[in-house]
């Protein structure tokens, strides 16, 4: 009874964990942006402006200037790392930070979830499915790549599509099943959502009403959370 209830509160400690943390960084990286950096760069902007013979007193402050600073800042940090030199220092600057404990699995954790992010083509997916996969019986959650052709659909009596069934938390790697259309299970979520599902290993699942068979919009419904 015990390691049930155990089991039960960690969910729900993790749950809460995997909504506070995205809105704590939001709110951390935006009260960064419009009072820090606006207060550290509007004065230095105030003067180039009256350098350059604008009528503004000393005390005139122009909000969203960190904003464009950090947009600017970011734009120069890829340009100086998509070059050889630049990509050599990073190299060297990742080799410290995974020799510090805590630091390591920080920065590890939050690079592999914006790469994951960033680099996830969503537009070769077509649909959310599930398929059963490893074995019958049991069902993964997968992504329709396309209708299959060439030498496997030759050799396979029935029409198939690629499936690609991506690993948790990490979806850029995964499976390539071939399954045909009555082995598979239309999802109606977006390719969006289904990446949000398989990265949070299925603890954040989009909101659905079985009635109407659809996923609800963020103002119909609150968030779901399946524990």
């Given at each position: 009874?015990?390691?049930?209830?155990?089991?039960?509160?960690?969910?729900?400690?993790?749950?809460?964990?995997?909504?506070?943390?995205?809105?704590?960084?939001?709110?951390?990286?935006?009260?960064?942006?419009?009072?820090?950096?606006?207060?550290?760069?509007?004065?230095?902007?105030?003067?180039?402006?009256?350098?350059?013979?604008?009528?503004?007193?000393?005390?005139?402050?122009?909000?969203?200037?960190?904003?464009?600073?950090?947009?600017v800042?970011?734009?120069?940090?890829?340009?100086?790392?998509?070059?050889i030199?630049?990509?050599?220092?990073?190299?060297?600057?990742?080799?410290?930070?995974?020799?510090?404990?805590?630091?390591?699995?920080?920065?590890?954790?939050?690079?592999?979830?914006?790469?994951?992010?960033?680099?996830?083509?969503?537009?070769?997916?077509?649909?959310?499915?599930?398929?059963?996969?490893?074995?019958?019986?049991?069902?993964?959650?997968?992504?329709?790549t396309?209708?299959?052709?060439?030498?496997?659909?030759?050799?396979?009596?029935?029409?198939?599509?690629?499936?690609?069934?991506?690993?948790?938390?990490?979806p850029?790697?995964?499976?390539?099943?071939?399954?045909?259309?009555?082995?598979?299970?239309?999802?109606?979520?977006?390719?969006?959502?289904?990446?949000?599902?398989?990265?949070?290993?299925?603890?954040?699942?989009?909101?659905?009403?079985?009635?109407?068979?659809?996923?609800?919009e963020?103002?119909?419904?609150?968030?779901?959370?399946?524990?």
């Amino acid at each position: 009874m015990f390691p049930k209830i155990k089991k039960r509160l960690r969910n729900i400690f993790i749950a809460g964990l995997l909504v506070t943390i995205p809105i704590a960084f939001t709110f951390f990286i935006l009260n960064f942006l419009f009072k820090k950096l606006d207060n550290a760069l509007s004065p230095y902007f105030t003067k180039f402006l009256i350098f350059l013979g604008a009528s503004v007193t000393e005390g005139f402050r122009l909000p969203g200037v960190g904003v464009f600073m950090t947009v600017v800042i970011i734009f120069l940090v890829g340009l100086f790392t998509t070059n050889i030199f630049g990509k050599k220092l990073v190299q060297i600057g990742e080799r410290i930070l995974a020799r510090i404990p805590i630091v390591r699995s920080i920065y590890t954790g939050t690079k592999q979830v914006a790469t994951t992010v960033l680099d996830a083509d969503i537009e070769t997916f077509n649909e959310v499915v599930l398929v059963e996969f490893p074995r019958k019986g049991l069902h993964a959650l997968g992504f329709i790549t396309c209708e299959n052709k060439g030498e496997i659909q030759h050799k396979i009596a029935a029409e198939v599509v690629n499936v690609f069934v991506p690993t948790t938390p990490n979806p850029t790697s995964g499976f390539l099943v071939f399954a045909s259309r009555d082995q598979i299970i239309p999802l109606s979520m977006t390719i969006e959502e289904g990446l949000k599902f398989a990265i949070s290993g299925g603890i954040v699942a989009p909101p659905f009403s079985p009635v109407e068979g659809k996923v609800l919009e963020p103002k119909d419904v609150a968030p779901n959370i399946n524990i």
